[in-house]
């Protein structure tokens, strides 16, 4: 069996878990409810306020290393929902270079990365945004979410605009992030 497997998953206060025939765990909280399913090889079973994951040895369909790696994979998934859903995930992006600029209508994100052009994003329902300007400071965009994936998804493809680049530390960076300085040609020449 995995490590991670293993621990059982306490469920909070104010927050529903329920497993379904289909091996669908459902959670349902203050912040949202999501649903993932479970390969029928890992059976999922809620104990006094706990959800605990064990593997089938009945199910062949997979061999044990498979069901290993399952029964890991699931008990994260479903410890993030239960996370997400009480707590919530927020991800803090930050725009460092001359004249970079986010501003936002609703869930519509408008970049102004230093390209010819402004890039629009439209975000999911499910993503609260914010974004941050304020004098002598980096703008700030702080993103939302009880979907840990989907969060982090959003914070890539927004990272894709303009990556961090290490010759002037220009680009999108998560807040706190250290980007390794190269030096340039100068340095190499003498």
Do not use: W
């Amino acid at each position: 069996m995995s490590r991670i497997g293993k621990l059982p998953i306490s469920i909070p206060a104010g927050v529903t878990v329920s497993v379904n025939d289909d091996n669908v765990v459902s959670v349902k909280g203050p912040k949202g409810e999501m649903s993932q399913a479970v390969h029928p090889s890992i059976k999922v079973e809620i104990v006094d306020s706990e959800i605990v994951f064990t593997i089938d040895e009945q199910n062949d369909s997979v061999e044990m290393k498979q069901k290993q790696a399952f029964h890991g994979l699931y008990r994260s998934l479903v410890h993030n929902m239960v996370v997400g859903v009480s707590e919530g995930y927020v991800k803090k992006l930050e725009l460092v270079g001359v004249g970079f600029r986010a501003s936002n209508q609703g869930n519509l994100i408008e970049f102004a990365l230093g390209y010819t052009h402004n890039i629009f994003l439209q975000l999911p329902k499910e993503i609260k945004v914010e974004t941050k300007s304020e004098r002598n400071q980096n703008p700030l965009i702080i993103l939302e979410s009880c979907d840990k994936q989907l969060l982090g998804q959003v914070c890539a493809k927004i990272r894709s605009f303009r990556k961090p680049e290490p010759y002037k530390g220009k680009g999108v960076l998560f807040v706190g992030e250290q980007i390794r300085r190269k030096s340039g040609k100068s340095a190499g020449a003498k």
